[in-house]
């Protein structure tokens, strides 16, 4: 492949990852966050989408009728998540369907625990480097969950109120085609994500039920508390 083809590809990979991590996403914010124009997103955009990889927000579409003026915010497709993971997933599927038949629903759930702890240990230094202050715990897991394959970012929600706390937004899962059949992953995941930030998380959204990213609120209000008892258990 030319050099240049290779760097245009490249081009549009970062483009499809970012959508993954921050879609609903527009051209202009993504030309912005990546230091490019905005036609040359739009122009990668219009490919990506010609070949099923990102579509148009169904909600910014809906918007845009409402307010009668068009709206062209991308979030990832099937075939988007397909082109960012690898093709074991029917394998893995085929797998876990046979630990099923022939040990039975707790041997999955066992699994996927394993999975999920394993994953929760590479990523505990990280977390645990960020200190106390909830919402860099928060970031700091997102910015390991990127580094592991899953497309993640965090966003501070209701600053000031008594239910502030932070998405942690995950654009991409590279099990989640797995988990859509065997949702003991997304379980022992959530579980997973309370034991690093010490509070109870909660699943908003997930890939694996056809939402266009997995969203986990971490209430940082509960969070401060639990890191403050741990510096002072008086």
Known sequence: MPAADRAE???????????????????AQVAEILGLTTAGVRRHLDVLAEEGAVAESEHTLAEARKRGRPARAYVLTDQGHKNLRGDYDELATSVLRFLRDTQGEDAVGAFAKAQATALAERVRAAVEAAGDDPEARSAALADALRDEGYAASARPVGKGTPLAGVQLCQGHCPVQHVAAEFPQFCEAEAEAFSGLLGVHVQRLASLAHGDHVCTTFVPTHQLAHTSHERRDPR
């Not at 499809?16 to 921050?22: F, G, K, N, Q, Y």
């Open 9 to 27: 590809s490249g081009t549009r990979r970062r483009v499809l990852t970012l959508v993954s991590e921050r879609g609903p996403i527009t051209a």
